[in-house]
T-cell receptor
Framework: DADVTQTPRNRITKTGKRIMLECSQT?????MYWYRQDPGLGLRLIYY???????NKGEISDGYSVSRQAQAKFSLSLESAIPNQTALYFC?????????FGPGTRLTVT | AQTVTQSQPEMSVQEAETVTLSCTYD???????LFWYKQPPSRQMILVIR??????QNATENRFSVNFQKAAKSFSLKISDSQLGDAAMYFC?????????????FGTGTLLAVQP
């Protein structure tokens, strides 16, 4: 079984809809991250969390919110989706400077 | 601010040949980590190789090796004996050793094609 899982793997939604992307990990790491990947821009950090009570904004947090429900679960929400949030979203955990990524969620906002 | 630059959006190599992917970075820190991640068409992000800045010896993992030039802030990836399975997007990334977050800063990627 994968150590970092994401659901859904693919999602198409309409402008203005609320959507939640979920991430679970079995690696036992305290630190979790949400990144967004866009062609030509690489991966950019949306939010990160040191533990259940510690959540921090990344470089592109506007339009997103997160929830750390447990050490193993970190969810990303788009309160009102817009087309420029169409992207590939990655959840990751880290240990000693190495990031371990989930399989990604392809989100399309029409 | 720390930045990572990959100036080669696309590269191509013949199977069994050697290719080098370039990466430069900018930082005022002295202790940091550098990484190469591979993203095949499956889109999974896979760690290829890691280099600690305090180590002078270049990291090597099987057919993958790096040329780390700290003074020049350069971190290139060499792939020897290229295989069809090496075709992927490759991302260079930086992490500050003293940073509390383990955040990685990524370059924009190099798409590597392997020709049979």
């Amino acid at each position: 079984d994968a150590d970092v899982t994401q659901t859904p793997r693919n999602r198409i939604t309409k402008t203005g809809k609320r959507i939640m992307l979920e991430c679970s990990q079995t690696k036992g790491h305290d630190r979790m991250y949400w990144y967004r990947q866009d062609p030509g821009l690489g991966l950019r950090l949306i939010y990160y969390s040191f533990d259940v009570k510690d959540i921090n904004k990344g470089e592109i947090s506007d339009g997103y919110s997160v929830s750390r429900q447990a050490q193993a679960k970190f969810s990303l929400s788009l309160e009102s989706a817009i087309p420029n949030q169409t992207a590939l979203y990655f959840c990751a955990t880290s240990d000693r400077q190495i990031l371990y990524f989930g399989p990604g969620t392809r989100l399309t906002v029409t | 601010a720390q930045t990572v630059t990959q100036s080669q959006p696309e590269m191509s190599v013949q199977e069994a040949e050697t290719v080098t992917l370039s990466c430069t970075y900018d930082t005022s820190e002295s202790d940091y980590y550098l990484f190469w991640y591979k993203q095949p068409p499956s889109r999974q992000m896979i760690l290829v190789i890691r280099q600690e800045a305090y180590k002078q010896q270049n990291a090597t993992e099987n057919r993958f090796s790096v040329n780390f030039q700290k003074a020049a802030k350069s971190f290139s990836l060499k792939i020897s004996d290229s295989q069809l399975g090496d075709a992927a997007m490759y991302f260079c990334a930086y992490s500050w050793y003293g940073g509390a977050t383990n955040k990685l800063i990524f370059g924009t990627g190099t798409l590597l094609a392997v020709q049979p």
